[in-house]
Every structure is written in structure tokens, then in C-alpha cells.
């Protein structure tokens, strides 16, 4: 009994963690999202990468995601996707080394869905590497088959969960990755335009 509370109050906390209530200042202080504001696209800063991410599925997401790893000014389809990628990749790593955790400390019979999960967030993750290998030389066709992969790996883990008739403890792990990756997917789409 005493294990299985501290496993979900485990999963509460990482679902916290996932759900981007909250963001860390240049400062390292902690920001309530609602306190961010957000320039209207065309105004003021990063006004390119506005253009970029209002085509996107998720353009907060996108926007939020991007404008601290991009210069202001220099923001073009070719820097955004770099960018998203590279976001992409990093949430990804940061994602698995919590499935990971989780997966130490889940009851004995999750403990296979979290081994599959691993692998399928690994596969993800090599993805983005390779995404990131066809960029250069705009490969297009690699790019989108590898990020849309990426989503399919990412989904495949959330069935295997509700297969077993769990509820996941990584959906908000996926349904962000997985909305980081389809905005990728659509800067992507932006390189063929």
C-alpha cells in the first residue's frame, strides 16, 4: 500500500511538472504561466518566429518552445525547424529519464509497459537525431518520415497502457512531445512552400 502511494504521488508530481503550469525566469525564480505575456504575432519581439509558429498546430507551444533558443531577428524556417527539432529532442531526453525513474519504482506488472515505453521513447529520440542529419541538406521526404515515426512511437506507448487497461502516468509526457513534434512537422512543411 505504502509503495503504490508514493508511486502515484510520483506520477502526481511529474504530471506537474509535464503540464507547464509553471516556467522558470532567466533568474531561475518560478513564473506562473499566466503571468507571461505574449506579444500579438507582428509586434515587438521575435516577430518573425510568430509568423513561423501562428502556422503550427500549437503555436504558443511553439513559440514559447523556440524564441529562447533563437536570436531575435535572425529567426527564419531553416533556424525555427533546427530549433524545434533540437526542443524536441531535449524534452524527449528529459521525458525518458523520467519514464525511467517511474519505471524503477512501478508495481511489477507495469514494469513491461515502462520497458516498452522506453524503447519506444528511444526510437523517438533517434528520430529527432536523424531528422536533424537531413536538415542540412533539406531532405524533406527523411525529415516529416521520421518526426511523423516520432508520434507513432510516442502513440504506440499510450495504447500499450490503455491495452492493459491502465490509465498511462505518461500521457502529459506524450501529449507534449508529441504537439512539439507536429509543430516540426509543420515548420517542415514551411521548408517545402
Known amino acids: 500500500m505504502k509503495a503504490t502511494l508514493l508511486f502515484i504521488i510520483s506520477l502526481w508530481l511529474s504530471a506537474e511538472l509535464v503540464s507547464g503550469s ?19 504575432p507582428g509586434q515587438g519581439r521575435h516577430s518573425a518566429l510568430k509568423r513561423i509558429c501562428a502556422s503550427t498546430d500549437h503555436p504558443d507551444l511553439c513559440f514559447s518552445s523556440l524564441s529562447p533558443l533563437l536570436m531575435d531577428g535572425k ?20 521525458a525518458l ?42 531532405d524533406l521526404g527523411t525529415m516529416k518520415v521520421q518526426l511523423s515515426a516520432a508520434i507513432t512511437w510516442l502513440e504506440t506507448c499510450e495504447d500499450e497502457f490503455s491495452e492493459s487497461g491502465d490509465a498511462s502516468p505518461l500521457k502529459g509526457f506524450a501529449e507534449k512531445l508529441q504537439s512539439m513534434t507536429s509543430d516540426s512537422l509543420a515548420i517542415v512543411d514551411q521548408m517545402a512552400a
Open 97 to 138: 529519464d523520467e519514464i525511467k525513474k517511474m519505471a524503477r519504482n512501478a508495481p511489477p506488472d507495469m514494469r513491461p509497459t515502462f520497458n516498452d515505453c522506453i524503447d519506444f521513447y528511444e526510437t523517438a529520440l533517434e528520430g529527432f537525431t536523424k531528422t536533424l542529419q537531413a536538415h542540412p541538406v533539406h
Open 22 to 40: 509553471h516556467v522558470h525566469n532567466e533568474d531561475n525564480s518560478v513564473l506562473h504561466t499566466s503571468q507571461r505575456s505574449v506579444v500579438s
Open 75 to 94: 529567426e527564419t524556417v531553416d533556424t525555427a525547424l533546427d530549433a524545434s527539432v533540437k526542443a524536441d529532442n531535449q524534452f524527449g531526453h528529459y
